[in-house]
């Protein structure tokens, strides 16, 4: 079994629990502005250029095609193509770290926009009695949903926008799948840990919030709610991309602590940036 | 707390102290060591001097310590529940004193060559780095302790001069000691402080009774013998004074309270190197009520401190999770944490039984010690692997890297056989040089024996060696299997004419190099990293047999550069890892700076773990890192998880900083602003603002980054 694999990062500290091995997946169904990982976007690897890593030596001809041939990391590819296997054994080594709650955690992109691969690698996970989780969008067929679930201990979902009008002009599509999926979720048994990145002018208002409120209260596993404010972590990559990046800000504090507000009111467990609000 | 307001004077003291040291003596790249200026005013000359300016031999040494005891200046401070501070060094008032290289008035110019060639960090005429054992001080007192070197003079033949020396610079020692806390006590008096004026004055001539006291004690033998020769070992804390504070406290002289303030002071004194936690001699964790009260008293400090918790399997929970906690939550990058079950295991292995094995301490900046029972010169005897590399680089045909190996392997063994001769050197002459006068006091053997710890005084000479440069090497090794013979995109003559250059022409080469595998992000290197440690480790040990000597040697292989990276690589020019000449090498056993994109925590903690020579000294991991915005309980379960884990694949010490990674940056523009801010720059921690500029660097260089 192979698939498409953008990076593996060890010993990370913020997807999920206790000190995890992040391996991110290629592929998303959703195109938000915002994104950090926009090069995942594409089912397939897509090239990326640095031109300030660019040396000049000219192996590759000033081609995106020829990326392999850059050795100073100018031009890249997305993703590589890696067997499970091969996947299995970096996590392995990490394995002695994953004492008090760590684990495997499968990002993206969209984990689950590569089924038969996560599934394989929640397999392999479950096999050798290592912890696994997932951060997806839920923008996911439902019985892939449910085939993965099982081999899961937490579920990091995010939660751009309640509407659905909304969360389509904003990420490409609409909610309603992910809105079903939280459906699905609510008698899950795994623990769910569910995050809105913030966004000034995109989902910051108070009625989004009440309508994410509206979401959240019926899961039963719910761990905590986390707020996390928009920072400008994707743009190098979208100009490594070639894209124009948007302009984004985070709203103000005093914005976010309304919010939060709003959150406790609802006697949700919160998390802003990380730390229990 | 009632003593919060003492604390906060104390604490504002303390900085406006730090600040002085700063203004009056510019960066300060060393431990803090908790001394005090003296007053601008104050003058000396020592009395006995050589015609160099330097001085030596064991009455010399006697006399001039007396003299300076004599006339130093004495410390009292109301809010202080102990007196005294150190001002003075009298080893380093020897002309021609260097960090790296000390006086030593015996000739070893025909090793110099030699030792210049490998950059050899020789130890020749180092002091102190052994442990003493407070406990014989706290039996004695000062009182005892003269008496029993009077009693041993007595017995001893005038005939034999060594040890009638060595007896009579012993009693000059405690009469100088003696002479400032009298004088102490006298101010204290004058000042109307009369508990501390009864306390001190006691002290002049008996042991301590209460917790206090022997907190008091333990400060005048550490001022005494930081003014001697810095000398910074401390001991077993919680077990030295746990029978003070369990008797005051049954007999309802002080509570808690009471206790954490005179430990505090104790803190404050001097940051001297204190392990809690971990086995007895049978296994049984020492862990005890007091242990959490050092800990509290630490966190109060605000300040510098190495106290070192010992983790094995026995090791309460609470107590590890209170240390991880103070670490992530004060972020003054301490305690340290040590761990028991390598260093036991490796120290075993030398021949020696588990129960001694569990008796050998954290203490220094990655020392090991028997406190009282071995001499074992921590942290001096270094080898520079670059240097050692950049020889045969430089001598090699170039024809594989595994002749290349093997050159480096022939160049190692010479440096080895030098350090060991220089070693030999020093224990032949180093009780004349510098005796250890203070420590002697506080060891088994010298003053029974008549002979200086350095000269068959103590019952184990168990010497540290330790190589420096690791991962350095071993990405220079890595790089050209893999450029040169795996990938061909380079031939060795390429990488030879862009490192004799120093890259000028070949940014290319130089960027191909450094972007190669590295020691920690690959299989390759880390096998190129426990070769070296593998072969330096056995020629260490085999090199001891060279070493005469009355008592048995050992010497015991170690990973570590201080904080010597940037001295150690201003030697070394451009090699095959892309680092281009002067630059600093790696740290310790720690992989290169930017071994991998994510900084990747658990790799740096696994691949040092992999690199441990195992014969119960240490090869720290060194640990810089920056938690981002996350929730303090979780930065906790991680840092419990990687120190955990580390210990379980064989790690021997953890020397870790929490830090923010943005106001060290705004720090490092600006050191001034930020007088309060702590860092570990290896073992030792300091003010961040009296670090020189390079050390800043170093420090910011090796934070490891998470985006959030």
């Known amino acids: 079994m192979k698939g498409w694999v953008t990076d593996i990062v060890r010993g990370s500290f913020h997807d999920g629990p206790g000190l995890r091995t992040v391996v991110f997946l290629q592929g998303c169904s959703l195109r938000c502005s915002w994104c950090h990982n926009p090069e995942t976007w594409s089912a397939y690897p897509v090239p990326l250029f640095y031109p300030d890593r660019c040396l000049g030596c000219g192996a590759c001809g000033g081609l995106a095609e020829h990326a392999d041939r850059c050795r100073f990391g100018a031009r890249s590819l997305s993703a590589n193509e890696r067997t499970a296997d091969e996947v299995m054994a970096v996590i392995r080594k990490d394995r002695p770290f994953y004492s008090m709650g760590g684990g495997v955690t499968f990002s993206g992109g969209e984990p689950c926009c590569q089924p038969d691969f996560l599934l394989a690698l929640l397999k392999l996970c479950r096999a050798e009695g290592i912890s696994a989780a997932i951060e997806t969008s839920l923008n996911v067929p439902a019985d892939v949903l449910e085939t993965v679930l099982p081999f899961l201990t937490v579920l990091m979902a995010d939660l751009k926008l309640a509407d659905s009008e909304r969360h389509r002009r904003a990420t490409g599509v609409s909610n309603d799948l992910i809105l079903k999926n939280f459906t699905v979720l609510q008698t899950a048994p795994l623990s769910i840990i569910v995050r809105t990145p913030l966004v000034a002018g995109v989902n910051d208002d108070d009625a989004n919030m009440e309508q994410t409120i509206g979401v959240l209260k019926p899961l039963k596993t719910l761990a905590y709610y986390e707020l996390l404010r928009y920072q400008p972590l994707g743009q190098e990559k979208f100009r490594a991309l070639g894209w124009t990046c948007p302009t984004f800000h985070a709203p103000s504090d005093e914005r976010v602590r309304h919010l939060c507000r709003k959150v406790r009111d609802a006697d949700i467990p919160l998390v802003v940036d990380g730390k229990k609000a | ?708």
């Open chain 2, 1 to 708: 707390m009632r003593y919060s307001e003492q604390i906060r004077r104390l604490r504002e003291k303390k900085l406006q102290q730090t600040e002085e040291k700063r203004r009056r003596l510019g960066a300060m790249d060393e431990d803090d060591y908790g001394w005090v200026l003296p007053p601008e005013s104050f003058k000396l000359t020592l009395p006995c001097r050589d015609a160099n300016g330097s001085f030596h031999g064991v009455r010399v040494w006697g006399t001039d310590f007396r003299y300076l005891m004599e006339r130093h200046p004495v410390y009292v401070d109301p809010d202080d529940a102990l007196t005294g501070r150190w001002m003075f060094m009298l080893s380093r008032m020897r002309a021609n004193y260097r960090l790296s290289l000390s006086p030593f008035g015996f000739d070893y110019s025909f090793l110099r060559p030699a030792q210049l060639l490998y950059d050899i960090t020789p130890g020749i005429g180092k002091d102190g780095h052994f442990a003493p054992d407070y406990a014989i001080g706290l039996k004695l007192g000062w009182g005892g302790l003269l008496s029993k070197v009077r009693a041993r003079r007595a017995e001893t033949p005038l005939s034999n001069q060594e040890s009638q020396d060595l007896y009579l610079a012993e009693e000059d020692a405690i009469l100088g000691v003696r002479d400032l806390i009298r004088r102490t006590a006298q101010e204290a008096e004058k000042q109307g402080l009369a508990e501390l004026a009864r306390i001190n004055a006691r002290l002049v001539e008996q042991p301590p009774q209460t917790l206090r006291e022997a907190c008091q004690w333990i400060a005048w033998f550490n001022i005494a013998s930081r003014v001697y020769n810095r000398d910074g070992a401390g001991g077993q804390l919680d077990v030295l004074l746990r029978p003070y504070y369990e008797r005051d406290k049954a007999a309802g002289l002080i509570d808690d309270e009471d206790a954490v303030f005179y430990l505090f002071c104790l803190l404050l004194n001097d940051t001297h190197y204190y392990q809690i936690g971990g086995p007895d001699e049978s296994g049984d964790d020492q862990t005890s009520a007091i242990s959490y009260l050092i800990l509290q008293a630490a966190r109060l400090l605000k300040s510098t401190c190495n106290v070192t918790i010992r983790v094995h399997d026995g090791l309460p929970e609470q107590l590890f999770d209170e240390g991880v906690r103070c670490l992530v939550e004060e972020r003054l990058s301490f305690p340290r944490f040590s761990g028991d079950a390598a260093l036991c295991s490796g120290f075993v292995k030398n021949g020696y039984p588990v129960e001694l094995a569990r008796r050998r301490i954290a203490l220094g900046c990655n020392w090991m010690s028997l406190p009282g029972l071995e001499y074992c010169m921590n942290d001096l005897v270094k080898v520079n692997f670059a240097k050692v590399f950049e020889v045969a680089w430089k001598a090699a045909r170039r024809e594989s890297t595994e002749a290349l190996y093997r050159l480096f392997a022939d160049h190692l063994q010479k440096a080895v056989r030098v350090t060991g001769q220089g070693i030999a050197l020093h224990l032949a002459h180093q009780w004349e040089n510098e005796p250890e006068l203070l420590l002697n006091l506080l060891s088994v053997g010298p003053v029974e024996s008549g002979l200086d710890a350095s000269h068959g005084g103590a019952r184990y000479y168990n010497l540290a060696v330790d190589g420096a440069a690791l991962a350095t090497v071993a990405d220079a090794f890595t790089a050209l299997e893999q450029r040169v013979e795996r990938e061909k995109l380079l031939t060795f003559d390429d990488v030879f004419r862009a490192t004799e250059t120093d890259f000028k022409d070949a940014p290319q080469v130089q960027r191909l190099l450094a972007r190669s595998e590295k020691y920690g992000n690959s299989e390759r290197g880390d096998a190129w990293a426990q070769r070296i440690v593998k072969d330096f480790s056995a020629m260490v040990r085999a090199e001891a047999r060279n070493i005469p000597f009355v008592k048995p040697i050992v010497l015991i292989p170690g990973l570590f550069s201080w904080a010597d990276t940037v001295r150690l690589g201003k030697s070394v020019g451009a090699l095959p890892n892309g680092r281009r000449a002067g630059e600093p090498i790696s740290q310790g056993a720690n992989p290169s700076v930017g071994f991998r994109r994510d900084g990747a925590v658990t790799a740096m903690a696994a691949a040092v773990a992999s690199v441990q020579p195992g014969y119960g000294n240490t090869a720290p991991l060194q640990l810089e890192v920056d938690f981002g915005n996350l929730d303090d309980a979780q930065a906790a379960t991680c840092l419990k998880a990687l120190v955990r884990s580390h210990f379980a694949l064989g790690g021997t010490l953890m020397n870790i900083n929490v830090v923010d990674e943005q106001k060290i940056l705004a720090a490092s523009k600006n050191p001034e602003a930020y007088p309060d801010l702590i860092v570990r720059v290896t073992g030792f921690t300091a003010y961040f603002a009296n670090l020189s500029p390079d050390f800043r660097k170093l420090v910011v260089e090796r934070i490891v980054r998470q985006v959030s």
